[in-house]
């Protein structure tokens, strides 16, 4: 999704500009542009593709602004092409705009008709006009307050304005943005991220404020136009570095730290010594809890799929997952002893996020579990459990899918514990047989050269299909998922005993089928429905774990045998071949990685 980035110094900005565009790009982009403000005058230039092409021209020409803004957009509104690239200036006013504007319609109409030009398709444009125009009888913070109150839909902005040279502007509602504070300089970034390189001081705005920044010195104001203090933030990391290493891509190196961001994570959540899960200071009794719903997009939404399992068989409590897009526009039940629970690795999703404010809203208990800390879903939430899996760059969901699985789970062992329906002992060793799982994920890792062999076939077909029951349900959703996006081929992910009810009839000669049937109780029913597709001339790859009965079956293509383990803790291990299909299967049609088309790394629009 689209970025932002803005800095206020005392030398020229450019150089940091285009670097912190550089670490915007994680998100996904079709487009990047900066503007700046030197000796009266705006100088913007923008680019279709990539940053490196920006940075490239920006070379050729001498910008000397020692204030400026910078942005990556993700097109909503009109094609990615450098006149629809951010910022969107007039002479006076450039604006840098995550979000959507749904009035713009009619906000273009009214300004054309007052005489204002459009240049470019995009709903932003609006926004340099309406601001220009309110400033003409109006004080800075007064134009700003009028302009924003014209808005509808969502945004973060930046904004220089040619008569106040030494400022950024910056507005919040729905979309998240950050100011930084480091040394004779300011900056605004659309994440913490952006600013990690320049300052470990952050605060956040909150829905309805602005932000005045200059180099020395930031004020704030609520949506009320009254003048607030803000908490000032450390960023625990400034210096963590983002390198891939020896790998290729930041998703293989995801997908190889599992066993270390695992671990770290247990090393959290648990008490290694006395076999006991550390989850203290929660603001309400779990004993308590009588239903839990748990809401998340995409591969977010999976673990919570999983999690589902997990609860539902470790207790007496009713689960019900919900995808975040449908939540927030359907009526609900909101019920004093439920609980919501909010999983999102960037913490940014739009549409978690406005389902979570729902639930605060009708004050419902509400628990984020998140990969950024400092996110909006971490910050909103009653209570947080971070998933300590460290920064996730590859836009597919790899080790933030594992460490999500992984609270949650953590998490069910704790509240069927409290609630008594997890017996002491079988509590413990289960914590116990938690342990060994980084262990068991590095083992598993070697399987790696097998499915890169088998991934061709996944690549060349013109669509496949994943099925598992119980357990292996949400990680067949997973590992289709995973293969859509890298490999831009067709994947279903179905529920293995749906398979006669319609999808079977999908099935032909030497279409590639993954059966995910570890050994668990669903183990011979899975292998029956193996043989009906195997029937109709799929072509199967079999996911299974070590055991000592050898698992043969005539026409059966190929096999794949993960470590041996728990049946609840499986889940973790048929994941990682999934994963690593989805990687080859990508590297073999050449495509793109880390940024597949069309998708972003954090969906900060709904
Ligand atoms: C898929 C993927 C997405 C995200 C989804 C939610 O690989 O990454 O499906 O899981 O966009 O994102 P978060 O977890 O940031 O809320």
Redesign the pocket.
Known sequence: MCGIIGITSNKPVITNIISSLKKLEYRGYDSAGIATLAKNFIDEVKCEGRVTKLEKICSKKSIEGIIGIGHVRWATHGVPNEVNAHPHSSENVSVVHNGIIENSTLLKKYLEKRGYIFKSQTDTEVITHLLSEFLKKNKLVAAIQKTLAKLHGSYALGILIKNHPDIIIGARRGSPLAVGYGHNENYLGSDSYALKAMTNRVSYLEDGDICIVKKDQVDFYNSNGKKINKKILELSDKNEEYQKGDFQTFMQKEIFEQPQTVKACINEYVDTLRDEINIYNLPWNLKEVKSICLI??????HACMMAKNWIENLTDIDVVTEIASEFRYKKNNFKKDNLYIF???????AD?FAALELCKKNKMKTLGVV?VVESS?ARSSNFVLPIHCGSEIG????K??LG?MLVLYIFALQIGFLQKKLKKNDYKSKIKLLKKLPELIKKTMSVEADVQIIAKTFADSKGSMFLGRGLSYPIAMEGA??LK?LCYVHAEGYPAGEMKHGPLALIEDGMPVVILAPRDKHYDKTLSNMQEVIARGAKVLLISNKGKEEISSDNLWKKILVENCSDELLPFLITLPLQMLALHAAKYKGYDIDKPRN?A???TVE
Do not use: P, R, W
């Open positions: 998340g997009c995409g591969t977010a939404y999983v999102s690795q960037s913490g940014e999703t978690t990969n879903i836009v597919a969901s790899t933030a899918f999500q998922l995973k996006e998708l790394k954090s969906v």
